[in-house]
């Protein structure tokens, strides 16, 4: 094909004029080999703008079309929507990025405008060799996988199962409801968590849309976006829950006592248990670990007592599969184990207590109905310390972020002390106090005002135990002065970290993990609740440390991204993928282990070896092209021919 | 008509492209039937003066073997050139500068000053190393000059064809002489060979685990090799995915990894800079994000000599082709 390439130089209003020399721009391109046509406009991208492409093309008989204007992230598809409509095909029209790459970046306009000539050079130097290409259809299985049923996984269930679509739940505990079922109040309205929370459970637990794997985790994850094929092992609970009406009569009767998850440590439960009594689904389940049985081979009372005939002892886990087309990863926070912070003590302290503990303690269902005890004798403590940036903020031994919700939540915390012992004093101290959620300011102040809770601002540097109070010592950075503080309870505000099981889960759907071990997103601004991988969606704490309202936010963001794939017939996949030349494909396999997307593997045609690449899953990322050692992959209309000829324009 | 003229010569190489060609076996005898052998100057007693009275073009093929390092290699380069209706770069120096090309690491006085004078066995009080022009006695006696920079052939004059390895395979060389005998000759600037990568003939090619990793990289001498297992996936640096095949695996088979000496294949423009970039694929992959900087580093570092190692063949016909001066 003779090349016939048309170049629109934007002006971009001034953003790209000021500092390029457009007409120039214009002028130098005009002789160029292959160009036919050049021209320049203030906004491209405007009705009249794209009007000027479309009838140029018709006019010159355009085959090729380079706009010299903004990122292709911004109007790549504009530009190729506007060449469609008069019938050239759209791979066959690129950007030439002269603005983030050159004008806004660049003072010297003769230098400026030098360097937008050669950038335009080469991108008709891609245009030339560029292939007229379809994008490739994929058809769509229109049901959700959702990992993680806190809230988080349980908002994103119930928004896409209400829009008529279904949702598989996957939740590695026995009951679905995560954190927020163990929180007290919630700031900054001081809204039981369990009211609005349970609710939301029990509709998952009925919704005809939901299916729900309690005490399930994803074994293994195939296909791609929209293909998905997941495996999911049932954990072995040992009862049978079709017949188990929870009637609770094995608990009661098991002998076997273990510190409860649920409630931090702060009380026990039994070997077969129901986490809480809210749970959903209510269904005991038996801890192997602790069960007498199947530690000793004797006792087998919940069998006994059980006139339903629930218990199986030989139960075995089990696998199922299900097919969907979007994933949404909410396997939420732990938090930061307090034996790592030894100069609190490192857990030796019963006193010395972490948020989630006080939550059950200041929580109705709790251990103590509410009432503010502390572990060591139960006594009511008159002097409460709350410590913020236990493990944040602290990039030299502990974890570099802040945890975002601790400065919150201890207020909330010092405040309900008051509450429940009015003549306590709670102390808070805190680095700097990062209140910037709607009404979060006002909580903070109420706090130090009306309800006459003391913050000082300095970090703690020890804490001992010193006659049967805790003393901690600390520097007032406001006074200068150093304090020794002695208090009844501490409660530190530990660093959120990411649910330990998040990595491995994370190899196992490719997903990528920052540094400090959460979900990274595809994009921090434009693209936060997608990963990299298309077609899984992230939500809550798995992401980055959050409030409740800025998870539930999240949450309904990935369902509307999942419901807006389901809106569509059949998704279309960028055709720009990796291309094999079997005749040159030695079949040696780097580019299986190269590509991050699983979109490359090994097949053996005629006794040979030689490689694949799936369309569907390729993301065009081209590391396995710059990684072939036989140079026998190409990526569409990214050609080594290409890339050659478009640095040989810009070195010229 | 005559028999078609062939000319063989060796510039700076070891000798053993010239070993290759009676490699032939009894198969020379074929070839010295169907041909007149010119200038041989290993096995036949033919000057520089005999070439120089022939007519342009007057010799059908001249199969030149060994690098350019020399003013006098140089010179007869581009009188066969002329002399020539063919020039087939012969073996792995000629194709791509070779072992002899590592000297492009360095410069003249660097390997003077260890070949005349640092080398324990050397014992050279004066420090005398070889000058291009010496008066002695009234007489001016003279040396070729001897190059900064080791050259490739196609670098010195325009070469018609390649044949790869070291040195190339008797089977490849006797199918390019019955390709030239019969006439059927490919696009110029080709290589005779294969043009798919090592690892497609290597019997070792089925036992490579689904993802190729490097957790640990071990030389040769180092491990026992299991002699049917994948040398990459024993942590063994093989460059056998960024080389040409048609070699007839003789180092795997021999239980020694590839070392390059096929060159690349023709999508491949920088032998050396591709293998650095698919050994740095594999290296460490699945722990990648669980090492330390210092950890990579160690792995790293555990290539000895990467430049000699990536570039033991190429280092003249890479990108770079040369260290700087």
Redesign the interface.
């Known amino acids: 094909m003779e090349p016939r390439i048309g170049v629109f130089v934007c002006h971009c209003g001034i953003n790209i004029a000021s500092t390029v020399d457009v007409k120039r721009v214009v002028e130098a391109i005009k002789g160029y080999p292959g160009v036919v046509h050049a021209e320049d406009y203030v906004y491209m991208c405007s009705d009249p703008g794209q009007e000027l492409i479309r009838s140029r093309i018709k006019e010159k008989k355009l085959n090729g079309v380079v706009v010299a204007a903004c990122s292709p992230t911004l109007h790549e598809a504009t530009f190729r929507n506007t060449v469609s409509q008069v019938g050239l095909n759209p791979y066959r029209c690129e950007i030439a990025n002269i603005r983030e790459h050159c004008s806004w970046i660049h003072t010297d306009r003769d230098k400026a405008t030098e360097k937008a000539i050669k950038i335009v050079k080469s991108i008709v130097e891609k245009v030339k060799l560029n292939d007229e290409l379809l994008p490739i259809s994929i058809p769509i299985t229109k049901r959700a996988l959702v990992i993680g049923g806190g809230i988080a996984g349980i908002q994103a269930a119930l928004d896409i199962a209400n829009a008529g679509y279904e949702v598989i739940l996957v939740e590695k505990n026995p009951s679905i409801g995560g954190h927020m079922a163990q929180l007290s109040e919630t700031f900054p309205t001081l809204d039981c968590a369990q009211c609005i929370l349970t609710p939301k459970m029990v509709e998952v637990g009925q919704h005809p849309n939901i299916k729900l794997y309690n005490y399930a985790e994803v074994e293994d994850l195939s296909g791609y976006v929209g293909n998905f094929k997941v495996k999911i092992r049932l954990k072995a609970s040992y009862v049978d829950w079709s017949k188990c009406v929870g009637c609770g009569v094995c608990m009661e009767k098991c002998p076997t006592k273990v510190p409860s998850e649920f409630e931090m440590g702060l009380t026990t439960r039994k070997a077969i248990y129901v986490p809480f009594p809210q749970a959903v689904p209510n269904k005991p389940v038996i801890d192997r670990e602790n069960c007498l049985y199947f530690k000793t081979g004797k006792c087998r009372i919940c069998e006994k007592v059980c006139t339903f005939g629930a218990i199986k002892f030989d139960e075995q886990d089990e696998f199922v599969e299900e097919e969907v087309g979007a994933i949404i990863v909410a396997t939420g926070y732990e938090l930061y184990p307090i034996e790592k912070i030894g100069e609190y003590g490192g857990g030796k302290y019963k006193d010395v207590i972490n948020g989630l503990q006080f939550e059950r303690l200041l929580s109705a269902s709790g251990p103590t109905g509410g009432g503010v005890q502390r572990p060591s004798d139960r006594k009511v403590p008159k002097r409460v310390a709350f410590v913020s940036c236990v493990g944040s903020r602290d990039p030299e031994l502990h974890k570099p972020y802040c945890s975002k919700v601790c400065c919150m939540y201890l207020t909330k915390h010092a405040m309900l002390y008051k509450h429940r012992v009015p003549d306590g004093e709670p102390i808070v101290f805190y680095i700097d106090i990062r209140s910037d959620g709607k009404g979060y300011e006002e909580f903070v102040q109420r706090a130090q005002e009306e309800e006459h809770v003391t913050y000082i601002r300095g970090k703690v540097s020890k804490i001992y135990e010193d006659n049967g109070e805790l003393v901690l010592l600390a520097v007032d950075t406001l006074t200068g002065e150093p304090l020794e503080v002695r208090v009844d309870m501490v409660v530190l505000g530990m660093a959120i970290v990411p649910s330990p099981a998040v990595y491995e889960l994370a190899k196992k759907l490719k997903i990528q993990i920052d540094a400090n071990g959460f979900l990274t997103e595809a994009h921090p601004k434009l693209r936060p609740v997608e990963t990299l991988t298309p077609g899984i969606f992230l939500a809550g704490c798995a992401h980055a440390p959050k409030d409740i309202p800025d998870t539930v936010a999240q949450a309904s963001a990935a369902a509307s991204k999942v419901l807006e794939m389901f809106s569509q017939k059949e998704l279309q996949h960028d055709p720009m993928v990796a291309t094999v030349d079997e005749d040159r494909c030695s079949g040696c396999g780097v580019c299986v282990t190269l590509c991050p997307y699983g979109a490359r593997e090994i097949e053996v045609k005629d006794g040979k070896r030689v490689a694949k690449v799936n369309e569907a899953k390729c993301e065009g990322c081209g590391s396995c092209i710059a990684g072939c050692p036989a140079g026998a992959c190409q990526q569409r209309n990214l050609k080594d021919e290409q890339l050659v000829n478009m640095v040989k324009a810009v070195l010229e | 008509m005559g028999k078609p003229k062939f000319a063989f010569y060796w510039c700076a190489s070891c000798g053993g492209c010239e070993e290759t060609v009676l490699d032939l076996n009894e198969k020379i005898l074929e070839v010295v039937d169907k041909v007149d052998i010119v200038f041989w100057p290993v096995a036949l007693d033919f000057k520089r003066k005999d070439i120089e009275v022939m007519k342009e073009g007057e010799i059908d093929v001249a199969f030149i073997n060994g690098a350019i390092r020399t003013s006098e290699q140089e010179e007869m380069a581009k009188l066969l050139r002329e002399k020539a209706k063919l020039v087939v770069a012969f073996g792995a120096c000629a194709q791509l500068g070779g072992i002899p090309g590592l000297a492009n690491f360095w410069v003249r006085s660097d390997i003077f000053d260890r070949i005349y004078k640092k080398v324990p066995t050397v014992a050279n009080p004066e420090g005398v190393v070889p000058q291009q022009v010496v008066e002695m006695d009234g007489y001016k006696l003279t040396l070729p000059e001897f190059y900064d920079t080791v050259k490739t052939l196609d670098q010195t004059i325009p070469v018609d064809y390649y044949l790869p390895g070291c040195p190339p395979p008797p089977d490849l060389i006797m199918n390019a002489i019955e390709t030239i005998l019969k006439g059927e000759l490919p696009e110029k600037g080709t290589v005779l060979a294969p043009?798919?990568?090592?690892?497609?003939t290597c019997p070792r090619?089925?036992t490579?685990p689904?993802?190729?990793?490097i957790k640990d990289i071990k030389r040769p001498h180092e491990v026992i090799i299991d002699p049917e297992k994948c040398f990459l996936a024993q942590g063994i640096i093989c460059l056998?995915?960024?080389t040409r095949?048609g070699c007839g695996e003789r180092c795997i088979n021999a239980n020694m990894p590839c070392r390059g000496c096929m060159g690349?294949?023709?999508?491949?423009r920088d032998q050396g800079a591709?293998?650095v970039?698919?050994i740095a694929?594999?290296l460490g992959?699945e722990d990648e994000?669980k090492l330390s900087e210092e950890e990579v580093q160690k792995l790293i570092d555990k290539i000895v000599d990467p430049a000699g190692t990536f570039y033991r063949f190429s280092l003249p016909a890479s990108l770079l082709r040369r260290r700087r001066k």
Do not use: H, M, Y
């Open positions: 043009d798919k990568a090592l690892c497609d090619n089925e490579k689904e993802k190729l990793s056998g995915p960024v095949s690349p294949t023709s999508e491949v591709k293998a970039s698919f694929s594999i992959v994000e």
